[in-house]
Structures are given as structure tokens and as C-alpha cells.
């Protein structure tokens, strides 16, 4: 497993979505009746979930502690570049 | 608790090596203004806010800004990276190499290290909110004078956004300070 373009392609998708996911977040909190805002955060997690287990599958650990899950018996996490390396 | 995602919020790239430019953008680092202080600003106030959307408000800004935190630190990092010795003491970073070489330290534009002087906690929601909705603005604008300075445009496209930031976060205190002045006119008995 290799970071390489269509690893960075996905991860600027995760990054966009994520975005939405944490904009709605904010604004529910303190607009916690939109019922609007709760499909489009509830769309924007599904959708992150999907892209964020495709990521796991193809390129590598993006969360620790049991958030995620390591492929294959070398542990990645600790091997993978870090996001100011990248 | 809190849980670590292996990648920036915000992309990170930067056309050159800018020692200049590090070491007037790592104010948002250690500075008064800077994300370190806002992140640990707003997690230590959730204890004392009385209302659920006061305190959602505060852990989820201050969980963003550590993300800040990150993307500040990439930058000045992905600036520094390489440097010479002559290249750190002609951009004013000879005493940083003294102290430090080239680690990340918290510090303002002119090297002196954070303090927690730089952020408060009155007890009070009203003092607490505006004090964050003041810290927002200030925020706000030392991105404008850190874009005013920049001369690499990659990097003021991320601080761009994280001057926009800012200015949501603002609109997000602002809704939340009307909220508990409600909450708190409604508690009153005459």
C-alpha cells in the first residue's frame, strides 16, 4: 500500500466532505431544529464512510486506536508518512 | 477523549522554501491570537458552560482549531525545511537556532514563547462568549496582515481559509451568546 495519485485524489474527497460534515455540524449546534441540515449531515456521513473505508483498503490507516483497521500483517500506522511529510 | 485522523483539514503546500514568511506566520502557532490559544481557550470553558449548545459549541470549535493548530505548523515546517544556518539568522531566526534549531516552538512573530496569560476563563458565559467572539476578530485579522505579507500565493490560499474560519466561527459564538442571554432572562424571577 502506496500513497500515491488516486490515494491523493481520495484523500481531497475525505477532505471536501468531511468539511461539509463538520460546517453542518457547527451550524446544527446551534440550529438544532433544522431538519434540513440534519439530512444533508447524515448524507455527508454516509458518504464519508464509504470514502473513508475505501481509503483504508487501498492506501492505509487514516485513524488510530481502533478507529480503524490495519490490512495485512505489517502494522502501518506507524510507517505511513504524517500529514506535514506529505 | 479525542481521536487522531492522519491528514490535514485543509491542504498543505507551499511554493519554496520562505523563512521570512515562517517566522511571521508561526504567531498563529504560539502567539497571542494563535490557534494554540483559541483550541485551549474554548476546551477549558466547557466546563463552566450552563447550556448543552454552549458546551457542543465550545468542544467542537475547540477540537477544529486544534486541527488549525496542525495546518499553521505544516506550513512553517514545509517553510523552514532545508534551511541554512545564514538563511534562519538573515530572516531574524538566529536566536530560534539557538534555542531551538529548527523545532516548532510556540512563540509569536518575535520569539516569545506562549503563555496562558494570553487566555481566560471568567466562570461567566456573557465574559466567556465575547471574550471568544473578540479572540475570533482578532484572529481574523492577523490573517489579513499575514496575507498582506505573503508573497507565495499557496500560502495564502491556505491562510484564506483559515481567515474564513475565523469569521464562521464568530457567527457561530455570536448565535450561541444569544441563545444564553435567553436562557439566562428566562431563569429570572420577579
Known amino acids: 500500500m502506496v500513497v500515491n495519485n488516486s490515494c491523493q485524489a481520495l484523500l481531497c474527497r475525505i477532505q471536501q466532505v468531511e468539511f461539509v460534515a463538520l460546517e453542518l455540524n457547527l451550524y446544527l449546534n446551534t440550529h438544532p431544529c433544522d431538519q434540513r441540515a440534519i439530512e444533508k449531515f447524515n448524507r455527508a456521513y454516509q458518504e464519508l464512510c464509504e470514502l473513508k473505508n475505501q481509503y483504508e483498503q487501498q492506501c492505509g490507516p487514516l485513524m488510530n486506536f481502533g478507529f480503524g483497521m490495519n490490512k495485512g500483517n505489517t502494522w502501518l500506522w506507524a510507517q505511513q508518512p504524517w500529514p506535514w511529510e506529505m | ?190
Open chain 2, 1 to 190: 477523549m479525542w481521536v487522531y485522523e492522519k491528514k490535514l483539514q485543509y491542504p498543505v503546500n507551499v511554493s519554496r522554501k520562505n523563512v521570512h514568511l515562517a517566522k511571521w506566520i508561526i504567531t498563529q502557532y504560539g502567539g497571542p491570537d494563535g490557534e494554540l490559544a483559541a483550541s485551549l481557550r474554548y476546551l477549558n470553558q466547557r466546563y463552566s458552560m450552563p447550556t448543552e449548545r454552549g458546551k457542543a459549541t465550545l468542544n467542537d470549535i475547540g477540537t477544529e482549531e486544534l486541527a488549525h493548530l496542525e495546518i499553521v505548523g505544516t506550513l512553517v515546517y514545509k517553510l523552514t525545511k532545508d534551511a541554512t544556518v545564514a538563511e534562519l539568522k538573515a530572516a531574524g531566526l538566529g536566536g530560534h537556532y539557538a534555542d531551538h534549531d529548527r523545532a516548532l516552538f510556540y512563540v509569536d512573530a518575535n520569539g516569545h514563547p506562549w503563555t496562558a496569560e494570553y487566555i481566560q476563563a471568567k466562570g461567566d458565559p456573557i465574559a466567556d462568549l465575547l471574550e471568544n467572539m473578540a479572540v475570533e476578530q482578532k484572529a481574523r485579522a492577523t490573517y489579513n496582515w499575514l496575507i498582506n505579507l505573503s508573497d507565495d500565493p499557496q500560502v495564502t490560499d491556505v491562510l484564506r481559509f483559515l481567515r474564513e474560519r475565523e469569521v464562521v466561527h464568530f457567527q457561530r459564538f455570536g448565535e450561541t451568546l444569544n441563545y444564553i442571554q435567553e436562557f439566562m432572562d428566562s431563569k429570572k424571577c420577579f
